[in-house]
């Protein structure tokens, strides 16, 4: 079983800045594709950014482009979600998901919700125009 703890939001101002992290509690994190994903009040949940396991393939949502940054480091079972210039359209909580890649090439990654199997309980962004 795999548990992920999601933290670093809050509230922010339009403009700023917001780094999420995601601990994994898995020994062998490096096998894990991770995801996040976002759900606006209202809304569907929604794919934000996506990274492999190896770390090597990066995807964004075209909304997030150039603002979000996704890293993962396996050494420290963390996976990281820098957020630049938020506006509050990126209001959301947001939530960290991974599914065990270890039988496929390292370098996939997955933007569809359905592809992950296991979810952390998500932490609240609120940004502020």
């Known amino acids: 079983q795999v548990q992920l703890e999601e933290a670093g939001g809050g509230l922010v101002q339009a403009g700023g800045s917001r780094r999420l992290s995601c601990l994994a509690s898995?020994?062998?994190?490096?096998?894990?594709?991770v995801g996040w994903f976002r759900q606006a009040p209202g809304k569907e949940r929604e794919f934000v950014a996506a990274?492999?396991?190896?770390?090597?393939?990066?995807a964004y949502t075209d909304s997030v482009k150039g603002r979000f940054t996704i890293s993962k480091d396996n050494a420290k079972n963390t996976v990281a979600l820098q957020m630049n210039s938020l506006n509050p359209e990126d209001t959301a909580v947001y939530y960290c998901?991974?599914?065990?890649?270890?039988?496929?090439?390292?370098?996939?990654?997955?933007?569809?919700?359905?592809?992950?199997?296991?979810w952390g309980q998500g932490t609240q962004v609120t940004v502020s125009s």
């Open positions: 898995v020994r062998t994190f490096s096998s894990y594709a």
């Open positions: 990274i492999s396991r190896n770390a090597d393939s990066t």
């Open positions: 998901a991974a599914r065990f890649d270890g039988y496929r090439s390292a370098t996939f990654y997955y933007t569809e919700s359905r592809n992950y199997n296991y």
